[in-house]
């Protein structure tokens, strides 16, 4: 193959650009009743699949092993848990919630088999570990999302 | 079985940033270069009626994104479909078009330009869902950090072990013509680089990557008339795992364990580390260099740090290209480890070429932290 040659790039426009997209998306009934459930009553709900007995949270309408349907078995699972695993952010970039340095990790909380994907602060980034108890900290105003937790923080006894 | 071949392949050197021509212009020259090799046209009689072509709406800007290029590749008055998947599943596509009768013939071009995203991390930030996971800042990076902690504690990996991959791969790279990032490295300058997403540190990940590249896939029957030395595909095979990360085993790949199962099964390869003598993995990342190796059956479970002392990369060919840790594009690097393959089957691969490769096997993955994995067989 011909070893590609530097180009003449005089008069070369290069145009920058911008995605903009208004768009609507229906968080399914599950999902609306989790952060309805979050937002108003400051509880974390998950599903028991009746087959499988796992507990899913975040919760949702079918089992993914067994296509059970799952929404009419709501539990309430503990606004506590540990830290299953967890990576500190180092790098910033604007779809990112929090200025790095920052812990993002997997939260099993009380109850759940499914640990959940959060933001751990209240701690230095150095001194977190795996199995640290951890419990949600709500937020002042809604987003209508998983940020209705605004963070999950050490307990202290 | 019919057979399938790959007549030949055509990558454009990798850069970080190739602003200065056209993702269009890079898929002329691959075009240009496998008509150069294999002879083939477009014409309604003999020549290629199917294309299978693979991009990225996001990193293109641009949704139906082969609308961009369809005519640089041949794309016009014939039949094309555009690959959204990771690319390696355009050659398990463009097989199965050829095993069903649907054609004899089918080009395949890829593009990708990470560097017209000004985050490719933003970008992979948007495959998530707007209420558990985008929201929380998920991207390809930190997913992946989340699963290098896991891993590394599951194989107990050392941060020289990770240090000596990527090492080894820059040295490798310096060999390829097509390789994006050949810097030398010392292991200290991997294992005191900064971190980027602990435990991933700076030089654990690869570089921002532009680049295209082209296959020519043909049936038993029409082979011959594109090549004296046709590369078979003997096996291919693809997995998806669960989506949410607290849903998986991040420690251990299920997914890409039955993509290789699959694959294996249809090469009838009973024993791998037998049967393999060059591997092309997808390590975005220095850890998932032994993991996936864990995966595709070449190193025990749970063994990846004592398999990188012991030199098993360097045993089974691992990546003698550089691989994606020198940089490939996202969502085509598959596609650039499988025409790497083609090369050293053929005995083409140049300064990097490994004695007596008669099975390759091509990996690759997509979605955070390998939740998609797929596997291709290829046997001279």
């Known amino acids: 193959m011909a070893v590609l040659r530097r180009e003449d790039t005089s008069d070369c426009f290069v145009m920058p650009g911008k995605m903009v997209l208004p768009v609507q998306y229906f968080a399914g009934r599950a999902g609306s009743q989790f952060i309805i459930s979050l937002r108003d009553e400051r509880k974390i709900l998950g599903v028991k699949c009746p087959q499988c007995k796992k507990v899913y949270v975040p919760p949702r309408e079918y089992c993914e092993k067994d296509f059970t349907k799952l929404d009419e078995n709501w539990v309430e699972v503990g606004n506590q848990g540990v830290v299953a695993n967890f990576t500190v952010v180092h790098y910033n970039d604007k779809h990112l919630p929090l200025k790095a340095p920052y812990i993002l990790a997997l939260i099993k909380l009380d109850g759940a088999d499914t640990p959940i994907a959060h933001i751990v602060s209240g701690i230095d980034p150095e001194k977190v570990s795996i199995g640290l108890r951890v419990e949600a900290v709500f937020a002042d105003k809604t987003t209508n999302t998983i940020l209705d937790i605004d963070h999950f923080a050490p307990i202290v006894d | 079985m019919k057979r399938v071949a790959i007549c030949a392949a055509a990558q454009h050197k990798i850069e970080p940033d190739i602003w200065y021509k056209r993702f269009q212009g890079m898929l002329l020259d691959i075009l240009e270069d496998l008509q150069k090799q294999t002879g083939f046209i477009f014409d309604d009689e003999k020549g290629v009626h199917d294309i299978v072509s693979c991009s990225d709406d996001f990193f293109d800007a641009r949704t139906i994104s082969d609308n961009g290029v369809c005519d640089a590749i041949g794309g016009h008055y014939r039949g094309e479909d555009k690959m959204a998947q990771e690319g390696l599943n355009g050659i398990g596509y463009a097989m199965a078009m050829i095993l069903s009768g649907h054609d004899d013939v089918i080009y395949l071009p890829a593009h990708c330009k990470e560097s017209q995203a000004e985050s490719r991390y933003m970008n992979s930030n948007l495959a998530y869902d707007p209420f558990y996971c985008r929201c929380l800042g998920l991207d390809y990076l930190n997913t992946a950090g989340l699963q290098a902690r ?9 941060e020289e072990q990770l240090a000596k991959v990527v090492v080894r791969a820059r040295r490798w790279a310096s060999r390829n013509p097509y390789a994006n990032e050949t810097r030398q490295l010392e292991l200290g300058d991997v294992m005191f680089s900064p ?11 690869y570089p921002v990557s532009d680049g295209a590249v082209g296959l020519l896939l043909a049936s038993e029957e029409r082979a011959y008339e594109f090549t004296d030395n046709p590369i078979w595909i003997t096996g291919f095979g693809n997995c998806m ?80 290209s550089g691989g994606m840790l020198t940089g490939r594009p996202l969502m085509i690097g598959g596609l650039y480890g499988a025409a790497e393959a083609v090369l050293q089957l053929k005995g083409q691969a140049g300064e990097h070429q490994a004695a007596d490769v008669n099975c390759a096997v091509v990996h690759s993955t997509t979605g955070g932290a390998g939740q998609f994995h797929t596997v291709l067989v290829l046997e001279r």
Request: glycine share 8%.
């Open chain 2, 150 to 158: 896991a891993y590394m504690q599951k194989a107990k990996i050392t």
């Open chain 2, 195 to 205: 971190m980027l997403c602990d435990p991933i540190r700076t030089l654990h990940a």
């Open chain 2, 241 to 320: 795992d669960s989506y949410f990360l607290g849903d998986r085993d991040l420690a251990s790949s299920l997914a890409l364990k039955k993509a290789a199962s699959q694959a294996y099964k249809m090469a009838g390869i009973k024993s791998p580390k037998k049967k393999v003598d060059l591997v092309e993995l997808m390590d975005c990342y220095a850890y998932q260099q032994p993991m996936w190796l864990e995966g595709l059956g070449l190193c025990a479970e749970g063994k990846g740090g004592q398999f990188i002392d012991e030199n098993g990369p360097a045993k089974y060919n691992v990546n003698l």
